[in-house]
């Protein structure tokens, strides 16, 4: 700042005036300040506008939450007698049920013995799972016998730990009836089909005391194997278990009180929840006029103002801003378009929503009541985004924004467990001879001992089942830690064998004897080693690559399948179908706000940025500004001072003449 002076010489208010000409030379920089708060307060209007956009967002993927729209309710008439839970794909009815028997397994008690602690001897004893009528016993092909080993001077208690060690699925504990310690052997699994069947290795040995064998030497039978007996809307169903999963398609049945012949039947009811898919619709409305009020609040000019002529209207920061109507847009396009999902519902107005005058969002809760008492699943594809695979062991986990809707083959190259598949069909029937088929087995690199594929007659899924059994019996593997999962593939009819090892160890080789099985030959498998496990599984999804991290696949960037991801749970490599992908209403409508957020394209980033880059522009405008206004003020107080001089100068020269005047008249 220059040095003030305030007219010295000439008496003139210096200051004062170079005040005022400073004042008019500052005008542009007024304007720069008052631009750049204009700026500043776009910067934050538009960041509570994301903020609003992000919320709307968050209530647009609830609607992609499939549970809300396949929610059921279930209830039972009396939960003491039996309770019901229902799954996504459990129809909308009502039932029936009497319990007429409870399933229960079989006990069988040893002999007595004084002593609990006293040795008895040693040797093996063989369990086999069956059905016992009478004299006769039929094993369950289903389940392999178990064999466990009893240490020598066992006594009733080393015998009952070393049964519970051997976790067979038979139960030991020594029991105390008062007149001396019994050994009791329990099934663990309920029903008839699931009795048991005790050898000892060394008929008339130290542990002949402790077999069961039907028509021959018996324990005691304390509880006898029954099966679940109940009817259904009058039709009779027998299982082996309390716990009923098969009788109606997404229902499980607790049984847990047998009823009287008076008792009345128990009613069961299964409807469908529509609270959830009503609440989600109702927030997701919420949202939209929560967004559309702050857009219409952020960009509004108050019309109603009274202004000078020339004078603009009072309006809000955003008030003409494009990007105000860029949102509206693209959000109201997304309403418009028409969802060709494959259901009775192609447009959100067709369930109920609709727009005001105002261009807020009202529901038709009635219309959308009847949309979901007709056709929930069809709500559900209108919002959401819908994956279905044709391969039952293949699940749909997700996708992106930029998955294109199509149907898209799965080709499996390796999965995370080795994996062989089946040489031949499985027929509907197999049977074995009477001494069973002998074959072996490598798992994870641990060769297995002779195992035998017991003598019966096998469906696929019990024959899966049984070889499973036989294998992850065998000691040999147990002791290494090696198992398989052996199941039937439900595209092609074969047997599929995995190994439970993940990893690049992961392998299965069948070594002999699966190559011509049964009396009629099949090839179940032929010999020699299959894919080994990899660390995660990889193929392609649409004819395109595909990275895998596990058990998923996720399509490549760049491609049509980008960022749909698909769970392999199981089954052969190489083809496996197809996954049919279509979007839904809500997840167009996340991807365009998706859009709209980004932080590096997303129009509200990219005005945003644009905003900011003026406001640098202009504190660069005010620093040349600033800089020319101190030249001025400079030059002012320079010309100033030199028009005070000369001022000065002037009135000296007057006072000296005025003097000299004044002399001479005195004169």
């Known amino acids: 700042m220059a040095l003030s002076v305030s007219g010295l010489g000439s008496n003139l208010p210096i200051d004062d005036l170079i005040s005022k000409l400073m004042s008019v030379e500052s005008q542009p920089l007024q304007k720069l300040n008052s631009k750049e708060a204009s700026y500043l307060a776009k910067v934050s209007a538009l960041g509570q506008i994301k903020g609003a956009v992000s919320a709307f967002q968050n209530a647009t993927r609830a609607l992609q939450d499939s549970s809300k729209f396949n929610a059921v309710k279930s209830s039972s008439g009396n939960t003491d007698v039996v309770t019901i839970s229902a799954g996504s794909k459990a129809a909308s009815a009502n039932y029936s049920i009497k319990v007429e028997e409870l399933a229960q397994s079989q006990k069988l008690a040893s002999g007595i013995f004084s002593s609990a602690s006293s040795a008895i001897g040693g040797g093996k004893l063989t369990f086999t799972f069956g059905s016992t009528s009478g004299g006769s016993f039929t094993p369950n092909a289903e389940k392999i016998p178990k064999t466990v080993t009893i240490p020598d001077n066992a006594t009733l208690n080393d015998i009952r730990d070393a049964v519970n060690k051997a976790d067979i699925g038979v139960s030991a504990s020594v029991v105390n009836d008062g007149s001396g310690n019994r050994l009791v052997f329990s099934s663990n699994t309920t029903g008839t089909a699931s009795t048991l069947k005790i050898e000892n290795s060394d008929d008339g040995g130290a542990l002949a005391g402790f077999a069961h ?30 716990t009923v999963t098969d009788a109606v398609e997404g229902l499980t049945l607790t049984l847990k009180q047998k009823q009287k012949a008076e008792d009345a039947a128990v009613s069961l009811s299964v409807t469908r929840d529509s609270s959830g898919i009503k609440k989600t619709i109702e927030d997701f409305v919420k949202s939209f006029n929560e967004l559309n009020s702050a857009l219409t609040q952020a960009s509004s000019v108050d019309m109603n103002a009274t202004t000078k002529p020339g004078e603009a209207r009072p309006a809000a920061a955003l008030s003409g801003e494009t990007v105000i109507r860029t949102i509206r847009t693209q959000i ?57 695979p044709t391969d039952p062991q293949v699940s749909f986990v997700s996708a992106s ?71 992850n019996g065998d000691a040999t593997l147990t002791a290494a830690g090696a198992k398989v999962a052996v199941s039937v593939d439900s595209v092609t009819g074969k047997l599929v064998m995995s190994s439970q090892k993940t990893g690049t160890s992961s392998t299965v080789e069948v070594l002999s004897g699966l190559d011509a099985v049964g009396t009629s030959p099949v090839n179940l498998f032929n010999n020699g080693a299959g894919v080994a496990g990899s660390a995660n599984v990889s193929g392609t999804i649409g004819g395109y690559a595909a990275t895998g991290n596990g058990t998923v696949l996720t399509g490549a960037v760049g491609t049509p399948v980008e960022g749909l991801a698909i769970d392999i749970g199981g089954g052969p490599t190489g083809e496996r179908g197809t996954v049919g992908f279509a979007k839904g209403f809500a997840f167009a409508l996340d991807g365009v706000l998706a859009q709209l957020l980004d932080d590096k394209r997303g129009a509200i980033a990219s005005r945003t940025e644009g905003l900011n880059n003026s406001v640098k522009e202009l504190g660069k405008q005010r620093d040349v500004l600033n800089r020319r206004l101190e030249d001025v003020e400079k030059r002012y107080r320079a010309q100033f001072t030199a028009l005070d001089a000369m001022v000065s100068q002037f009135n000296n020269i007057g006072n000296f003449l005025s003097q000299q005047l004044a002399g001479l008249n005195k004169s």
């Open 213 to 242: 064998v039907p028509g021959g030497s018996t324990l005691t039978e304390v509880q006898a194997a029954k099966d679940a007996r109940f009817t259904l809307d009058g039709l009779t169903i027998v299982k082996q278990s309390n």
């Open 332 to 388: 109201r396009n997304v309403f418009n378009s028409v969802q060709d999902v494959g259901g009775a519902y192609r447009v959100p107005a067709d369930v109920g929503l609709g727009f005001n005058q105002d261009g807020s969002m009202k529901l038709d809760t009635g219309k959308l009541q009847k949309a979901i008492d007709s056709n929930p699943q069809d709500i559900l594809k209108l919002f959401g985004s819908v994956g279905t």
């Open 401 to 471: 924004g930029k998955t294109a809707s199509g149907d898209y083959a799965v080709n499996v190259a390796s999965l995370p467990n080795g994996v062989l598949g089946g040489a031949g069909v499985v027929p509907s029937a197999l049977t074995v001879a009477p001494g069973g088929q002998i074959f072996q087995v490598k798992i994870d690199g641990t060769s297995s001992a002779m195992l035998t594929l017991p003598a019966g007659t096998y469906t696929p899924a019990s024959l899966a089942t049984a070889l499973q059994s036989a294998i």
